[in-house]
Structure formats: structure tokens, C-alpha cells
């Protein structure tokens, strides 16, 4: 198996772009399109929900990937709702009647896809390797 590197290990700057700027930028796009085709947002939707479980493999376990995903998911959402609301469309998908709490709604969901594939990511180094990895390993 490739190993991915951790998101620890990677420099600064690498960082922000994979972590916010990613998220943020896909977030706006799925913003975007929000109001324009019901169909490219839920799509857009679904590229962010298999990053979102493939940046969780950038982290030794699933509690790495949990923080990264809720993260991710909360910069996702508000990205969303600041360009639809900079868009000024009329939204082809029900944003709920509390717009404001998409935000929070799409960071709880990054937080499981992220905590998914960190422990996907655990469970195969321990396959691989035949033992326990983490910070967890020692108990």
C-alpha cells in the first residue's frame, strides 16, 4: 500500500493550501453552482465528500482525520453560503430555513468522512505492518 504522506510532515504552506484553501475553493464552487444546477452541485458535493475521506489518510489514526475533517467541512460550508450569497442566485436546492446552519451541518459531516478515512488509513498500516500504530498503540 502507499503510504500517504502526514499532513504533519508536510510544510507550512502546503498545508494551508490542502486545508483551507482546497476546501474553501471547492466550497465556493459548489456556491456557486448552488443556484445555477441542482445536478453540479451535488456533484461538486460528492468530489468534496471523497476528499474529505482521502485527506482523513493524511492522519495516523481517526481522531487526526475527525479534526482535519471538521475543519475542512466547516470551511466547505461557509465558503458555500459567502459565494451563493455573493452570487446573489436563487438557490436550486433547499438550503434549509436556516442557512447559517449548513455551515455547521458540513463540518459535522467532514468530521466522519475525515475520522473514516483516518481509521481506514490506521487499519491498513496495521495490516501492513502486523501491529498497532498510533498514539493509541501503546495501551
Known amino acids: 500500500m502507499h503510504t500517504p504522506t502526514l499532513f504533519r510532515d508536510r510544510g507550512r504552506s502546503t498545508q494551508i493550501i490542502l486545508g483551507g484553501v482546497v476546501p474553501c475553493a471547492i466550497g465556493a464552487a459548489a456556491g456557486i453552482f448552488v443556484g445555477i444546477s441542482a445536478p453540479v452541485y451535488w456533484a461538486i458535493g460528492a468530489v468534496a465528500a471523497v476528499g474529505g475521506v482521502l485527506a482523513g489518510f493524511e492522519h495516523l489514526d481517526g481522531w ?7 475543519v475542512g ?8 453560503l459567502v459565494a451563493h450569497g455573493l452570487a446573489g442566485t436563487h ?3 433547499s438550503l434549509g430555513s436556516f442557512p447559517p446552519l449548513l455551515a455547521v451541518v ?34
Not at 487526526?64 to 471538521?70: E, I, S, T
Not at 467541512?73 to 458555500?80: E, I, K, N, V, W
Not at 473514516?116 to 490506521?122: H, P, T, W
Open 91 to 93: 438557490a436550486e436546492v
Open 106 to 139: 458540513t463540518a459535522i459531516i467532514g468530521m466522519l468522512l475525515g475520522a473514516l478515512g483516518g481509521r481506514l488509513a490506521r487499519m491498513a498500516r496495521e495490516r501492513e505492518t502486523g501491529e498497532s500504530v498510533g498514539p493509541l498503540a501503546s495501551r
Open 73 to 80: 467541512g466547516a470551511l466547505y460550508g461557509t465558503s458555500l
Open 64 to 70: 487526526g482525520g475527525a479534526d482535519r475533517g471538521l
